[in-house]
């Protein structure tokens, strides 16, 4: 039996903000090894209920099969324990932001949100690898890049990706950068460059590789 | 709790019959026989969910419509995990909260404990500031007592000495009236009349050494007034014997007149009584003006006795009496008195279950009035 590593990767962020568009579109643009069904639990208008979730991963001979499970959160504020629940046990976060100008006040509440619920469930939000998207940046009312930069350049989590998930832009890119600080985490607990010859770029490469007919970044 | 890291197995995706049923309607569809296997075989299709695989099957079926029965089955497992992995996750949070609430409770229970014990040790606190204050009250009222005794002893000291001054004198002149008589011996002239004037003299004296004694008597009464003994006592007589040693302190001798029924004896503490009236006493008299009168009367009314002791001096002003009771209240100058009177009263009336009323009005005068029960039952 090849070793098994599951990781838990968790979309994060406000009401809205495009965290079920970023799991379509990983859905759409991956084509990694092996990819499971996306599994989509939202209300009739397209407000994620509990959660949604899509396992992808990749087997290396009959030694390692690694799993990754992306799931993201019900935004809207009343449904904080089931977020909390999705939370537990996350391996990596991205918190999808929403750039446009009248949502800053819900990213906020929302960041902060994420970093009390992770505290519940015994994480550190200074310590878990964590992506910050800002997205829909194909709207026009939005928060200026400078704006951007001055909040969160002096941030551990900087830079931020900006995306437009509606248009699969940023998408990928922003998964990519989460994989590049989770895999440090998960080489020292495992020992994934030290006993099955998976460095950083390849980790990289084998979960993010795209389809040959979407290029889009 | 339910941990989404495990994949979910065959049974848990789907109840066993809902398979068996599935697996009919899949052989019913192909036409041939479709086993389900849970370990996997040689030439056998897996079935997989989220990557992992839960079920194969095995037929002599061609591989592509195995393919499609095994994902025709995944599709059904798929939505079956919807509901299960909705369900468990429901589970989950609600278990989260609940533990939370109980959590929340609990720190709500120790922090009302907490609180009910600073409460108790705050009620402590304050029981023991009250009881460093009733001590400090009591030493003020012994202060205050031993205060009286001096100041009668003062008295007494001036009252013993007019008698001690014409007995010695008198004496003196009998010493005189001796050397006469033994020059008139010898003359034997008007030996009769120096005798009988001899007489009168050693008579004086005598009763002024009587009268000593008496005060000396008093004193000592006085001085009792320590003694913490309980038993039955003549309270006119009490009375009478304060207001002797208040004699000094009296404008003329008919500025207290006593009005004393006859009384049954009560039971208490004499000395503290007798201190009770002594500051009622005090007090009536330092209130009154040039032709001020104060009048004492007892007489037995029910089960109690009653004393008044009413004066026709300056009175008091409602603010005055209002605070008439409070330990340091005076309107007296200062170095002229503690204002302790009417406390030391109340203090001994209550601790003989009685009771003690005061009237009085800015230039009529005041009147106090005690009630102590005959059958006592004082502690
Ligand atoms: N213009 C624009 N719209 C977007 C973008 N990303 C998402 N949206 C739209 O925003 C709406 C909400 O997107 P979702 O992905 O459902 O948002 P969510 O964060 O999953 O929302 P909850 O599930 O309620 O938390 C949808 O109508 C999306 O089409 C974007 O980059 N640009
Ligand atoms: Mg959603």
């Known amino acids: 039996m090849p070793n098994k590593i599951v990781l838990k990767i968790v979309y994060y962020g406000p009401a809205m903000s495009g965290k079920t568009t970023n799991l379509l579109q990983l859905h759409a643009l991956l084509d990694p090894q092996r990819m499971g069904e996306l599994m989509v639990m939202e209300t009739r208008d397209d407000r994620t209920l509990f959660f949604d979730m899509l396992p992808i991963g990749f087997q290396q001979e009959q030694t390692l099969d690694i799993r990754l499970k992306l799931y993201t959160v019900p935004g809207q504020v009343e449904h904080d324990s089931t977020r909390k629940a999705v939370l537990s046990r996350a391996d990596g976060v991205i918190f999808v932001a929403d750039s446009q100008l009248n949502q800053q006040e819900n990213n906020a509440v929302s960041f902060e949100n994420l970093a009390d619920n992770l505290h519940k469930v015994g994480l550190d939000i200074e310590r878990i690898p964590l992506v910050v998207q800002f997205n829909k940046r194909d709207l026009s009312r939005i928060v200026e890049e400078k704006t951007l930069r001055e909040r969160w350049s002096s941030s551990a989590w900087w830079p931020l990706v900006l995306s437009s998930a509606l248009k699969g832009h940023g998408v990928i890119e922003t998964f990519e950068r989460l994989l590049e600080r989770l895999y440090p985490a998960v080489n020292e607990a495992h020992g994934l460059s030290r006993h099955y010859g998976i460095d950083r770029s390849v980790f990289l490469e084998r979960l993010t590789r795209c389809r040959e007919d979407h290029h889009v970044r | 709790m339910y941990d ?65 029965a095994a994902a025709l089955l995944e599709l059904l497992l798929f939505h079956a995990a919807k509901y299960r992995l909705a369900a468990n996750l429901h589970l989950t949070a609600t278990e989260a ?283």
């Not at chain 2, 839960?54 to 499609?68: E, G, N, Y």
């Not at chain 2, 003020?140 to 001054?165: C, F, K, W």
């Not at chain 2, 004393?260 to 003006?289: E, F, M, V």
């Open chain 2, 4 to 68: 989404d890291r495990e994949e979910l197995s065959l049974d848990e995706l789907l109840p066993p019959a809902q398979v068996t049923r599935a697996m009919i309607l899949l052989t019913n569809l192909c036409g041939a026989e479709i086993v389900l296997l849970r370990h996997p075989e040689a030439q056998a299709t897996p079935v997989e969910f989220s990557l992992e695989p839960v079920a194969w099957l095995k037929s002599d079926l061609p591989i592509p419509q195995r393919r499609a």
């Open chain 2, 97 to 379: 909260n609940y533990q939370e609430l109980q959590q929340q409770h609990a720190a709500l229970q120790a922090s009302e404990a907490r609180y009910r014990l600073l409460s108790e040790s705050l009620q402590e606190r304050v029981d023991s500031q009250v009881r460093t204050i009733r001590e400090s009250q009591q030493k003020l009222y012994e202060s205050a007592r031993l205060r009286a005794v001096g100041q009668l002893a003062a008295g007494m000291a001036h009252e013993i000495n007019t008698p001690i001054g014409f007995i010695s004198s008198n004496l003196r002149t009998a010493q005189e009236y001796l050397g006469e008589i033994t020059e008139s011996a010898e003359a034997e002239s008007n030996l009769g009349e120096l005798i009988e004037d001899f007489h009168s003299l050693l008579e004086e004296s005598l009763d002024g050494a009587n009268r000593i004694s008496g005060l000396i008597r008093d004193i000592r009464l006085f001085a009792n007034i320590d003694q913490t003994d309980h038993r039955h006592f003549d309270l006119n007589a009490l009375i009478e014997t304060t207001l002797r040693l208040l004699q000094p302190d009296l404008a003329t001798p008919d500025t207290v007149t006593l009005r004393l029924d006859r009384l049954p004896r009560i039971p208490g503490y004499p000395a503290k009584i007798g201190q009770a009236i002594h500051n009622a006493l005090t007090n009536a008299l330092r209130s009154l003006g040039d032709e001020g009168k104060v009048v004492v009367t007892t007489r037995p009314v029910d089960d109690m006795i009653e004393l008044t002791v009413q004066d026709n001096g300056h009175g008091m002003s409602q603010e005055v009496r209002e605070r008439a009771f409070e330990p340091f209240y005076t309107t007296r100058e200062v170095g002229m008195g503690s204002g302790l009177g009417l406390p030391v009263i109340l203090d001994v009336v209550t601790a003989h279950h009685g009771r003690l009323n005061l009237t009085s009005e800015v230039g009529q005068g005041t009147c106090l009035t005690l009630w102590l029960p005959i059958a006592g039952q004082a502690s």
